[in-house]
Nanobody, 126 residues
Framework: QVQLVESGGGLVQAGGSLRLSCVASGRAFSWYHMGWVRQAPGKEREFVATVIWISGRTYYADSVKGRFTISRENAKNTVYLQMNSLKPEDTAAYYC???????????????????WGQGTQVTVSS
């Protein structure tokens, strides 16, 4: 099992920045992918970004490419999401998520992870 705890959400004006953090715990190397998924009220869950834990290779949704950066700090079992140039349409609950190596990257990029955090709210005012 993997436990994920997010922090860093909040209210920010359009054009501002926020950094989300997610600490993972559980059996070492239980996770192969770690990433972020968001869901706005009344909308479908949306993949945001993911990182392959071992290699550090990253993937992004087109909607956030160039504005968001995902990174990980292996020694702290922590993944970050640096969000710059925020827009009102970025307003959503952001969930940290993890998946094992059995889960295909294609599934992960659809937002199909194995483990989920409790979510943190990000609100961007216009």
């Amino acid at each position: 099992q993997v436990q994920l705890v997010e922090s860093g959400g909040g209210l920010v004006q359009a054009g501002g920045s926020l950094r989300l953090s997610c600490v993972a715990s559980g059996r070492a190397f239980s996770w192969y992918h770690m990433g972020w998924v968001r869901q706005a009220p009344g909308k479908e869950r949306e993949f945001v970004a993911t990182v392959i834990w071992i290699s550090g290779r990253t993937y992004y949704a087109d909607s956030v490419k160039g504005r968001f950066t995902i990174s990980r700090e292996n020694a702290k079992n922590t993944v970050y999401l640096q969000m710059n140039s925020l827009k009102p349409e970025d307003t959503a609950a952001y969930y940290c998520a993890a998946a094992t190596s059995s889960t295909a990257l294609s599934a992960v990029r659809r937002g199909d992870y194995d483990y989920w955090g409790q979510g943190t709210q990000v609100t961007v005012s216009s």
